[in-house]
Antibody, heavy 121, light 110 residues
Framework: QLQLQESGSGLLRPSQTLSLTCAVSGGSINSGGYSWSWIRQPPGKGLEWIGYIYLSGTTYYSPSLKSRVTISVDKSKNQLFLRLGSVTAADTAYYYC?????????????WGQGTMVAVSS | QSVLTQPPSASGTPGQRVTISCSGSTSNIGSNTIKWYQHFPGTAPKLLIYSDDQRPSGVPDRFSGSKSGTSASLAISGLQSEDEADYYCEAWDDSLNGSVFGTGTKVTVL
């Protein structure tokens, strides 16, 4: 059973860079038919899509975050990464990684439990 | 600000049918498939519906999805107490060249 586990910086100061890792276990991040995604949820608000990365390396990002975000994959380590630069309090959120099932309508079919990131001075 | 609009809340008594709407535009719902997720805060969201009306294995048939034009709906029939959660629609948006979630609907079982 594929499992995803997020980890990374829990508390940041404004202007720092958020760095998160999503460890994939029980399967390969390099499996055909899938891509990978990051999603976040600020406290008291709804889900917000951050971006996708395909195995080819092609990325798609939310227009509102595009100038600050990078999603990457290390296939040898079976890990997915998120970097978000110049963070502010508005980036305080629960961050989730998820698998994108390209054969099921590009749906997010497996999610990690999420990790909380707080930005505060 | 999401481009997919959902009612903030919906409710029903056990056994009733509850419907949640998701309103978008030609660049998202009108030209791409809809997904629906169930989310209990603090836990991993769960995929309920993909490709407008398809259920992944393991999702009860009490959950059903439909789409017409630029709107979509999720119906929960035979409402149960464990259905009390937040529900989100999601679709790719061709204009944004990215995916978008709906504003979310909190379902309460009375």
């Amino acid at each position: 059973q594929l499992q995803l586990q997020e980890s990374g910086s829990g508390l940041l100061r404004p202007s720092q860079t958020l760095s998160l890792t999503c460890a994939v276990s029980g399967g390969s991040i390099n499996s055909g038919g899938y891509s990978w995604s990051w999603i976040r949820q600020p406290p008291g608000k709804g889900l917000e899509w951050i971006g996708y990365i395909y195995l080819s390396g092609t990325t798609y990002y939310s227009p509102s975050l595009k100038s600050r975000v990078t999603i990457s994959v290390d296939k040898s380590k079976n890990q997915l990464f998120l970097r978000l630069g110049s963070v502010t309090a508005a980036d305080t959120a629960y961050y989730y990684c998820a698998r994108v099932n390209l054969q099921m309508g590009r749906s997010l079919d497996i999610w990690g439990q999420g990790t909380m990131v707080a930005v505060s001075s | 600000q999401s481009v997919l609009t959902q009612p903030p809340s919906a409710s029903g008594t056990p056994g009733q049918r509850v419907t949640i709407s998701c309103s978008g535009s030609t660049s998202n719902i009108g030209s791409n498939t809809i997904k629906w997720y169930q989310h209990f805060p603090g836990t991993a969201p769960k995929l309920l519906i993909y490709s407008d009306d398809q259920r992944p294995s393991g999702v009860p048939d009490r959950f059903s999805g439909s789409k017409s034009g630029t709107s979509a709906s999720l119906a929960i029939s035979g409402l149960q107490s464990e259905d009390e959660a937040d529900y989100y629609c999601e679709a790719w948006d061709d204009s944004l060249n990215g995916s978008v979630f709906g504003t979310g609907t909190k379902v309460t079982v009375l």
